[in-house]
């Protein structure tokens, strides 16, 4: 089979083109949107993007074969920044009883949970991912859900493991939380980062978890051994994860749910990116949500993510969170699209080949079944994916609705 593909005839192509560095302000408002646009793919990179004419005139275009996608968008595959993949599975234990969520699975069952959840990202768009591990007291079970990540990454999508810690404290450390703290940071961290079994470590402030300053202690400790840091902040309450994402340049700070206008300007001035999960609102009493306007206002970088988890109803459809996010966040259309495709790359260090569509990239890309992006957010709870793509390889096509003969 040909190692060129070409991608003809789109009504709208999404590029995403632009700088280098997470958008923000006005620049994410720009989809470097192309009128009867092409790509041509080769070998799952993005060769040439531009006017139909011009890319179908390539010569190596006319050896490529074809995805007709003539009156559809066409855009880069969604970037799900923060999800928890591999956390369990709901069971429940009444008829109509509320669910609980199965922790401590085998590794095998995990990876068959997570595979599960993995296929129906590809139907609804995603393309790339990152995946958060919780981390218990035992170096065994700490283990065993990173290393079914890292079995997860690659087949056939782009699996970004996560060590999340801080969020509350083992029963065998109850009452000695420096102690938990010394192992994590003494032992556990340095193991993962030799086995290379996560690319980030994620810290976060609780009441049954880590204060402020020991979740500062796990971050510095962290960054000594060579990873790059993430930071839960505002989630609930105000807890000072905001600043404390800025202070010790994190790559993104998550939910900021109850970020202060000093949080705001904080992130405003940082290379940190502003997370958002509007999927939250499905699930609490939507009081307070995430300033998404505030802060692209003020020139933050914001990206947008589902938050997937067993643990409490959350969307695993970047579709609908592109939704909620212009519903409920007042963003436009355009903003939340640049915020799933290409801030979530930048959200998890990836830019450089995924998230937008220019040449040398990734081909990973969406074909959507409407004729204009701005129709997404209308579309709740659907799905416009007609076609994904990753690295130039079709991972699932939409099927035929059969009609009854008149």
């Known amino acids: 089979m040909s190692g060129l593909l070409l991608v003809r005839g789109a009504r709208q192509l999404l590029t995403l083109r632009g700088a280098s560095r997470a958008r923000r302000g006005p620049a994410l408002r720009d989809l470097g949107l192309i009128q009867d646009g092409a790509l041509l793919i080769r070998e799952g990179l993005i060769a040439s993007v531009g006017p139909s004419r011009r890319v179908e005139n390539l010569s190596e275009a006319r050896a490529a074969r074809e995805i007709d996608a003539f009156g559809r968008v ?4 969604f970037v799900d920044s923060h999800t928890h993949l591999a956390a369990g599975s709901l069971r429940f234990a009444e008829p109509e009883g509320r669910p609980e969520i199965a922790r401590g699975l085998p590794g095998s069952r995990l990876l068959l949970e997570a595979r599960r959840n993995l296929g129906m990202l590809i139907r609804h768009g995603t393309t790339t991912l990152e995946a958060k591990a919780g981390t218990p007291g035992d170096e065994v079970g700490g283990l065993k859900l990173l290393r079914a990540l ?5 087949r056939p999508l782009d699996v970004i493991p996560t060590c999340l810690v801080g969020g509350l404290i083992p029963l065998e450390y109850r009452g000695k939380p420096d102690d938990y703290l010394h192992w994590m940071c003494s032992q556990f961290l340095p193991k993962i980062r030799r086995r290379r079994l996560a690319r980030f470590v994620d810290v976060m402030c609780a009441p049954d978890g880590f204060t402020l300053s020991q979740a500062g202690r796990c971050l510095e400790a962290a960054k000594k051994v060579g990873f790059r840091v993430k930071v839960h902040a505002e989630q609930a309450s105000h807890d000072g994860g905001a600043q404390l994402a800025v202070d010790h340049g994190a790559v993104s700070a998550d939910h900021l749910t109850y970020a202060s206008e000093d949080d705001i300007g904080r992130l405003a001035a940082s290379s940190t ?22 802060l692209i206002d003020a020139g933050a970088a914001v990206a947008l993510a589902t938050g997937l988890s067993p643990a409490a109803p959350s969307p695993l459809n970047m579709q609908m969170v592109v939704a909620l996010a212009c519903s409920c966040l007042d963003m436009t259309p355009a903003e939340a699209l640049a915020a799933a495709t290409i801030n979530g790359a930048h959200a998890l260090g990836l830019a450089e080949r995924v998230g937008s569509l220019e040449a040398g990239k990734q081909a990973d890309l969406l074909v959507l079944d409407v004729p204009d992006y701005r129709e997404m957010p209308y579309h709740f709870g659907g799905n416009l994916v007609a076609m994904t793509l990753k690295r130039g390889e079709v991972l699932y096509r939409e099927g035929e609705v059969r009609w009854p003969e008149d």
């Open 74 to 77: 066409v855009m880069p595959g």
């Open 150 to 154: 890292a079995a997860l990454n690659q």
């Open 273 to 294: 990116v502003a997370t958002l999960l509007p999927g939250g609102i499905i699930h609490s009493a939507a009081d307070r949500l995430p300033p998404a306007r505030a």
